[in-house]
């Protein structure tokens, strides 16, 4: 087997993986890329049978490791609920070299069509060497490959790496499991809840607390350019609006809103805010540059408007608003001027989120005493509910815009919990979290 240095540019994959030094190449195929490939579709789509052997190892300590990656990668294409991990009780061979071609009669005969090799070797300087090869049962063909050099901390972000690595060359789309999620954090009775800003993996590992629960926290959202985020905090007196940058800790004020009840969100290239402020019984659309901190009116109308977001070229906003006599929803050029409604259907309409592919817009609905979440084309056709229960609310798309998350609150005494689900409204899951969970942010891709 051959293999080809091609040093990844410096980013925050690089610096996040494993500081100076780091890198990957790819490991070249040894034949054409076959044709194995999951064809998605907006109905029922038949999960791709995948076998994935825990990595190979040469020490016990790395073998842990191993089965550690192998387990995350499993776990990160179950949930996605295109592929069916196939149990290992089941392998009839044992992967012991990856750099020997598999027996794919052993691996037919389970009714694996793709299978995942892959090895984790110590390196003398301390850092991990990771390997995985792709393969095409059928005509076993290896489809792709990939090594990567990592700290030992750096384990499960080279899971979720290799995770992308295996989705996109078997769906043809941008994978999403090297991402996270920023979220609230909530604990303590009804009555007296705190409420924390906290961050994990999209997975609900790696947790960690960016606020200490001293004041109320709400509505963090990620720039789509950066790792930083916005976030509301009622302290003493009018609500705050915060940028945190997660990588140094760093925050710093945008300023105090009064009137305020949802965080901005930011434009598509990171270097503007949208927002929506109260004035009086109404409350009309602002746009913020970050730089200048100058501010731009959008909407001077009697009606609430609210809950702005961008479309993915930055060139228009949805929003909500209730100038037509109820909530609903509404697309304008990002410069203001006259906005078209797009929504039509019983009940309220609010949180439009505009997808990052740009071919929907997600929403909650609220009628008939339940809470839905949707999405829409652009355009407000091809409405379909994906979810409905007591009170669902708040979706955010993954960076590849195929799932939705958003939290779900059961009623009574028990408090929210974040769920997936993707756009075509199968395979909900829930979203492991240490506590009550609300208000998710999924940040774009960390590569």
């Known amino acids: 087997m051959s293999f080809r240095s091609s040093a990844l540019p410096l980013s925050r994959r690089q610096a996040l993986i494993g500081g100076a030094g780091a890198a990957a190449s790819l490991l070249l195929p040894t034949a054409l890329a076959a044709q194995t490939r999951l064809q998605i ?61 598999p027996q794919f009669a052993s691996w037919k005969a389970i009714n694996a069509q793709a299978l995942v090799t892959g090895r984790m070797t110590r390196q003398s300087d301390g850092r991990l060497k990771a390997e995985f090869r792709l393969w095409d049962v059928a005509s076993g063909q290896q489809l792709t490959g990939q090594q990567y ?66 004041d109320l926290v709400l509505t963090p959202r990620f720039s789509p350019t950066t790792q930083e985020i916005t976030y509301m905090e009622f302290g003493h007196g009018d609500p705050r ?71 993915p070229d930055g060139s228009r906003i949805c929003f909500e608003s209730d100038r037509g006599g109820k909530p609903q929803i509404y697309v304008m050029s990002a410069s203001g001027g006259g906005a078209q409604r797009i929504s039509f259907g019983e009940g309220n309409y609010s949180t439009p989120v505009w997808s990052p592919r740009g071919d929907y817009i997600a929403f909650t609905k609220q009628g008939g005493g339940q809470f839905s979440i949707g999405i829409m084309k652009p355009d407000g056709s091809g409405e379909r509910l994906l979810t409905s229960g007591y009170h669902n609310e708040g979706p955010t798309f993954a960076p590849n815009g195929r799932v939705l998350m958003f939290f779900r609150e059961p009623g009574g005494s028990a408090g929210p919990s974040l769920y997936t689900v993707d756009i075509s409204g199968r395979n909900e899951q829930r979203v492991p979290t240490p506590g009550f969970a609300s208000d998710p942010a999924w940040s774009p891709l960390l590569s």
Do not use: C
């Not at 945190?244 to 105090?256: A, C, F």
């Open 149 to 214: 050099f990592t700290s030992p901390e750096y384990w499960r972000r080279i899971a979720h790496i290799i995770s992308d690595q295996i989705y996109e060359r078997l769906t043809g789309e941008k994978g999403y499991f090297d991402s996270r999620v920023v979220f609230i954090d909530e604990s303590g009775s009804k009555e007296r809840r705190v409420k924390r800003l906290a961050l994990m993996d999209q997975d609900g590992a790696n947790v960690r607390y960016l606020s200490r629960g001293n």
């Open 241 to 311: 609006v915060y940028l945190y940058n997660i990588e140094t800790g760093q925050r710093e004020i945008v300023g105090n809103f009064p009137g305020m009840s949802f965080a901005p969100r930011f434009s598509p290239d990171g270097q503007r805010i949208v927002m929506s402020l109260q004035q009086g019984g109404n409350s009309n659309l602002f746009v913020m540059d970050l730089r200048s901190r100058s501010t731009t009116r959008l909407t001077d109308t009697p009606a609430i408007d609210t809950s702005p977001s961008y479309s």
């Open 41 to 101: 579709t907006e109905g029922t789509v038949a999960p791709m049978p995948i076998a994935l052997p825990n990595f190979v190892a040469g020490t016990p300590s790395d073998g842990e490791v191993g089965a550690g990656v192998a387990q995350v990668i499993t776990n990160n294409l179950k949930r996605s609920g295109l592929f069916a991990p196939i149990d290992q009780a089941a392998y009839i061979e044992r992967i012991s070299n990856i750099d020997v071609s």
